[in-house]
C-alpha cells in the first residue's frame, strides 16, 4: 500500500521555470529544483512532460529558474500555472521579467533570485523527466524568503468559500411558515394558519 498524502510532508519550493522556443518564451510552476553538485555546479529540475515548458527545453536545451518568494501573489501562479504556454503568451506585456544571457527569460519582481541552466543529461521518469543541468549564470534579486509548497497552501493560495449550509426544516403548504428542525413533531400545529403536521413538506 502506498498512501500518497505522505508526499504532501516532503519539503518543497516554488519557481516559475522559464524556456524561449525560438518565436516566444514560456514558462511554467515547478517544485522541485535540486543542487545536485558544487564542482562543477550542477542542478536538477524535474518537469511535467504535459507542459509546453518541457517541449521547450528538450528542443533547446536551456532554461532558467526564477526562485519564488512569499511575497509572490496568488494571481503569479495562476498565470504561470493554470494556463498552457501553447495557447498563450504568457510573457506578453510582462514587465515583472527581464532576458538573461541565455535568451530565457527571469523574474526580478516577487523573487530571491534565478539560475540559469544547460541541459547535460536526462532521465525518463514516467509523468515527469529529470533535467541535469549546468548552471551558466545565477544571481539574487531580492532578500525576501523562498515560498515552500506549505507556506503557499498556507498563506497564498485562497480557502475555498464554506458553503452556506441549508436550513433543515419544513414549510406549511398553506400558508408557507418554515419550522426549522431535522424532524417536524408529529403533533405540531402551524401557529399561522393552524393546519396539522400532516400539511408541512421538507425544506429542499
Do not use: W
Not at 504535459?50 to 495562476?78: M, R
Not at 497552501?153 to 431535522?182: L, R, V
Request: glycine content about 8%; hydrophobic content about 30%; charged content about 20%.
Amino acid at each position: 500500500m502506498i498512501d500518497t498524502s505522505v508526499y504532501r510532508d516532503l519539503t518543497y519550493g516554488l519557481f516559475i521555470l522559464s524556456a524561449n522556443d525560438g518565436e516566444k518564451d514560456t514558462g511554467c510552476i515547478i517544485n522541485t529544483v535540486c543542487q545536485a553538485a558544487s564542482d562543477p555546479q550542477i542542478i536538477t529540475i524535474a518537469v511535467n512532460k504535459a507542459n509546453y515548458t518541457h517541449d521547450v527545453i528538450v528542443k533547446t536545451g536551456i532554461f532558467n529558474v526564477s526562485i519564488l518568494a512569499e511575497d509572490a501573489p496568488f494571481g503569479l501562479f495562476q498565470h504561470f500555472g493554470f494556463q498552457s504556454g501553447r495557447d498563450v503568451n504568457k510573457y506578453e506585456n510582462c514587465t515583472m521579467s527581464r532576458t538573461s544571457a541565455n535568451g530565457c527569460r527571469y523574474h526580478f519582481v516577487h523573487t530571491c533570485g534565478f539560475i540559469s541552466g544547460k541541459v547535460i543529461g536526462t532521465t525518463d521518469l514516467g509523468s515527469h523527466t529529470l533535467f541535469i543541468a549546468e548552471v551558466t549564470e545565477a544571481g539574487k534579486t531580492g532578500s525576501g524568503a523562498p515560498i515552500t509548497y506549505a507556506y503557499y497552501h498556507a498563506n497564498t493560495k485562497p480557502k475555498p468559500k464554506k458553503e452556506e449550509q441549508k436550513k433543515k426544516g419544513f414549510i406549511c403548504n398553506i400558508c408557507g411558515y418554515i419550522y426549522e428542525g431535522d424532524e417536524l413533531p408529529p403533533d405540531f400545529i402551524c401557529p399561522i394558519c393552524k393546519h396539522p403536521a400532516s400539511d408541512f413538506s421538507p425544506l429542499e
